[in-house]
């Protein structure tokens, strides 16, 4: 199993909101991260969580907030958000992010964020 | 702080000419990745390089890590309306550094 999923698929909030992304891997991997997708932009690096601990804060505004319950699972928890927040979150995960051998990215279909 | 670049930006090919991408790093690069987004998708990881001057192949795909592992590319022959998307290099500068993805290069076919 190479999957890595994540829902909702699509998302519409408020700005006073408070709302969950998650993902989900069964791969055994032991890193998984959070990006953040613009329109015709790569990928930007959020949040880093190795062996379940937060490894790299992209210095992220703290109305994103991380959380990894356990090995496979990987949550984004979103409050007060801003209309330029709106974008494709995507989820990824690595066997391992500390060795360059095994940092290979497995992605999410993304969970597409509106921020009204 | 490290950067990665990619050129072109954009290319629009008929359908089995060829198509090359070009990325660049401003420091030297421990590996390196590349991933296909097709349009309305998430990023595919098609292949790494780690070793310097080394070629890997993927049926039409080549790809090549420069001598000094700042640079690398992707070719593409004969393309097909299949290969449509963005096409993202992806490099780290340790194990102890975040990985940094390249700007894109995002591929149109005419049938």
């Known amino acids: 199993d190479t999957e890595v999923t994540q829902t909702p698929k699509h998302l519409v909030m408020g700005m006073t909101n408070k709302k969950s992304l998650k993902c989900e891997q069964h791969m055994g991997h032991r890193a998984m991260y959070w990006y953040k997708q613009k329109a015709k932009k790569p990928p930007e690096l959020m949040f880093v969580?190795?062996?379940?601990?937060?490894?790299i804060n992209e210095s992220v505004p703290s109305r994103f907030s991380p959380e990894c319950p356990n090995s496979s699972l990987l949550n984004l928890h979103l409050h007060a958000l801003q209309p330029e927040d709106s974008a494709l979150y995507l989820c990824a995960s690595s066997q391992d992010h500390w060795q360059t051998s095994t940092d290979t990215q497995y992605f999410g279909p993304g969970t597409r964020l509106t921020v009204l | 702080g490290q950067q990665v670049m990619q050129i072109p930006q954009y290319q629009h090919v008929q359908e089995g000419e060829d198509f090359t991408t070009y990325c660049n790093s401003s420091?030297?690069?421990?590996?390196i990745q590349w991933y296909k987004q097709r349009p309305g998708g998430h990023p595919v990881f098609l292949i790494q390089?780690?070793?310097?001057?080394e070629v890997k192949k993927q049926k039409r795909l080549t790809f090549q890590f420069g001598e000094a592992k700042k640079n690398s590319s992707l070719h593409i022959t004969a393309t097909q309306t299949t290969d449509v998307g963005t096409y993202f290099c992806?490099?780290?500068?340790?194990?102890?550094?975040?990985?940094?993805f390249g700007s894109g290069t995002r591929l149109s076919i005419r049938p």
């Open positions: 420091t030297t690069l421990s590996n």
């Open positions: 390089l780690v070793k310097s001057g």
């Open positions: 969580y190795s062996y379940e601990k937060l490894s």
């Open positions: 992806a490099g780290r500068r340790s194990s102890a550094s975040k990985i940094i």
